[in-house]
C-alpha cells in the first residue's frame, strides 16, 4: 500500500514521463480527430488575388485582355482588400477564413513558396505530393513519375488500402501519381467516371464530357472534374481524396483576367458544393480535413501574371488554406512561421495521425500550426 508521499512520487514521476514522450513524440500530444482528407489544388492562382481580390489595374482591356471591364468591376472590385477578397473567394474567407487557416499573406508577414526551382506544374505537383523537390523532374512531359506519392504510401496504410483517389483536370495527372504503379484510382482530362450504370448524374456528366468542345485543349472545364469528383466521393467514400482544377492557370496563360477571376470564383463554389456534400454524409461530417493549395504562383501585373517559370519572378511563391476538426481556427495567419511547399505531403498524413516524414526521410516535416497541439 502506497502512502501520501510515495503517492505523490509515483505522480510526478508518471507525469515527468508522460511529458518527455510527449516532447519526444509530438504527434502523440493529441490524437488527430480526422479519418479523411482532401487535398485541394487550384492550379496557378495567385496570392494575390486570394488575399487582396481582383487587382484593378488588371481590370482592363489592355493588361488584362477583360472584355466586358464594367461588368467585372462590377462582380469583382471592392474599395478594401477584405471586401475584395470576400467578393471573389466568398467561401474560402466567409468559412475556411473564420473556422480554419489561411497561410501565405506576405504583406502580413506569412511565407510560403515551393522549392523546385521551377515555379511550373510537374515539379510542384510533384514537390506537394511526395514532400520534395525533384531536380530531375524538369519539365511538364508526360513521364511517369519515379517517386512515391505520399497518396501512394498512405494507400498502402492499414485502413487506407482501397481508400485513395485522385480526380485531376490536367491530363498529367497518371504520370505524376503514376497509374500503373500506384494502386488507386485516378481520373484525369476527358475520361469518363466509373459507375454510371448505377448514378445517373455521372452518366449525365459522361455524355456532356464527351460532347464538349475542348476548347482548353486536352483538359475539360473544371465544373466536370468539380461534379464528378462529388459524385465519386458519395458513391466510394474514399478516405483520401484528391482534386485538382485547372482554369485559373489555362486563362492566367491566356491572358484573361476576366476568365481567371470567373475561374477563381467557380472553384471557390465548387469547394463549397464538396464541403457541403461532405458535411452531409456521417462518414465525413466533422472528422474530415481539406488542405487547398496551388502547384506554383505566377508574376506581377502588368504583364507577368500571365506566366511563371524560372525565368519569372515571385512566381515561387504560394499560399495554402486548411479545415477541419484538427487545425485551429486562426483565420488569416501573420507573422508566422513560413512553409513550403514540400510540407504539404506530411501535413496531409499527420491530419490522419501518419509518419509519413519519419518514413520517407527526403520529405519535409508537416507544417505543424496546422495540426493539433500547436499552438
Ligand atoms: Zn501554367
Known sequence: MFDLKSLKTLASGLAASLCSLLLAHPSLSAEPKTENVILLMTDGLRWQEVFSGAEESLISEEAGGVKDVENLRAKFWRDTPAARREALLPFIWGTIGRQGQILGNREKGSYGQVTNGMHFSYPGYNETLTGFADPAIDSNDKIPNKNVTVFEWLNRQDGLHGKVAAFGVWDCFPYIFNRDRCGFYINAGFEPVP?????????????????????????????????????????????????????????????????????????????????????????????????????????????????????????????????????????????????????????????????????????????????????
Do not use: M
Open 195 to 375: 459507375g454510371e450504370d448505377k448514378n445517373p448524374r455521372i452518366a449525365a456528366i459522361n455524355e456532356l464530357k464527351a460532347n464538349t468542345n475542348p476548347v482548353l485543349g486536352a483538359e475539360p472545364q473544371d465544373s466536370f472534374a468539380i461534379y464528378s469528383a462529388v459524385e465519386y466521393l458519395k458513391d466510394h467514400k474514399p478516405r483520401v481524396f484528391f482534386l485538382s482544377l485547372n482554369e485559373t492557370d489555362s486563362w492566367g496563360h491566356a491572358g484573361r483576367y476576366d476568365l481567371y477571376l470567373n475561374a477563381a470564383h467557380k472553384a471557390d463554389a465548387g469547394i463549397k458544393l464538396l464541403w457541403e456534400t461532405l458535411q452531409s454524409i456521417p462518414q465525413y461530417r466533422d472528422k474530415t480535413s481539406i488542405v487547398l493549395t496551388v502547384d506554383h504562383g505566377r508574376g506581377d501585373a502588368p504583364v507577368d501574371w500571365k506566366s511563371h517559370g524560372q525565368k519569372v519572378p515571385k512566381s515561387e511563391f504560394i499560399w495554402l488554406a486548411a479545415i477541419g476538426p484538427d487545425t485551429a481556427p486562426l483565420g488569416e495567419r501573420a507573422n508566422c512561421d513560413p512553409f513550403t511547399q514540400s510540407q504539404v505531403a506530411a501535413t496531409v498524413a499527420a491530419l490522419l495521425g501518419k509518419d509519413y516524414a519519419g518514413a520517407v526521410p527526403q520529405a519535409a516535416k508537416p507544417i505543424a500550426d496546422l495540426l493539433p497541439a500547436s499552438k
